[in-house]
């Protein structure tokens, strides 16, 4: 499974290797994936078991503990790498207004920022 990480990449929206985000309630985290976001299932020994977050997709992820893929099974809609973009400024923006003491407005702006070098 990947190494819990504090740290978000704010351009990770699209990645081929399996990336911890943070998820948007409490200290869970979700998986990016080819421009995917997956939520855990199950934790089985050595494997872990990934579900699409989007409601309704049968996409499935198995990773093994050294954070290789096992498994993947298809979605029924495209990926969403702007989402993820956004899904991940969200999270650094509530990330830094705990752990800072700078005001909304900048923590707004680095927020946006970091999504201008998205390129679609």
Known sequence: MPEKSN???PNMSSTSTPTLVPARTGTKQNVLYESHR???????????DWTCVIKGCPGKL????DSSVTKSTPHCHLPTPAENSIHIAKQ????????TAASSKDLFSQAVGSLSSYEA
């Open 7 to 9: 740290q978000i990449i």
């Open 38 to 48: 997956y939520s855990l299932n199950k934790r089985r020994g050595e494997r872990s």
């Open 62 to 65: 198995n990773l093994h503990l």
């Open 92 to 99: 650094e923006m509530k990330s830094n207004a705990c752990t």
